[in-house]
DNA sequence: TTGTAATATATAAGTTAGTTATATATATGA
DNA sequence: TCATATATATAACTAACTTATATATTACAA
């Protein structure tokens, strides 16, 4: 379980991947996001600093996120939470990507015989 | 089911997705590529004509896949086939897409209770 | 004690996969 | 005759990344 996804592939996933982070976890910063998202795809994915610090400007700058920062271990750390706004653009990003995976999930699994069911 | 896929999220699957057309149907022409994607994605991914075509180009330059080109109603139509590396490559991207459906699938589908199963 | 890895953020330069716009040409049906 | 569908092609632009570099502190091992 070490193949890393192709950077082509993921090429407008991360700024979703990130909302949908601040979206269940409420509060975290940069650093803390990457390590999540290395953990929780199990190596997969990894957000590199430099695709990862430009969206989170971007995104603070458009208001979807708002900036708190703390001294930790005499270290600056820049807490992300997602706005009111934000909240709403998430949503409906998260949506999307839902969406995105549902139609991809269509081509690429003509396996007959197997569906969602509960359990 | 009007909404299409934003542009961002497909970058980088367009290639695999036409990778697997021509692996399961064999021979296609890039106008019959666009048709069939758009009806079987109902509509949500559309792909056009200044994506595809450099793709296309970019296949046959590879050797992923050769062309035939054919007088139909006194119109040109380019043919594209895999070639036995473009058959393997071809693999290799379906199941780099597959990683990539299932680990997103794990990050936006936390939803317990939830499982594959045959019916 | 010295150096490497981990923690933490930041940005400039370059790549590339797409979009948008444009061009060409035939067939079909209103 | 005029719009729509069929069919391919490419040039100019945009944006989301990668790669490389910079800075600074903490923790741990040789």
Redesign the interface.
Known sequence: MK?K?????????L???IL?LLK?QGRMYGYEITQQ?EE???G??VLTYGALYPILHKLENDEIVITEQEIVNNRTRVYYKLTPKGSEKSVEK?R??????Q????????SP???????
Do not use: H, R
């Open positions: 193949n996804i192709s950077s082509e592939l993921l090429k407008g996933s700024k979703p991947i949908k269940e998202v929780l795809s199990k997969k994915i998260i999307e990507m839902e969406a995105f995976l139609t991809l999930g269509i081509l690429f699994k003509p015989n197997v569906g969602l069911c509960n359990t």
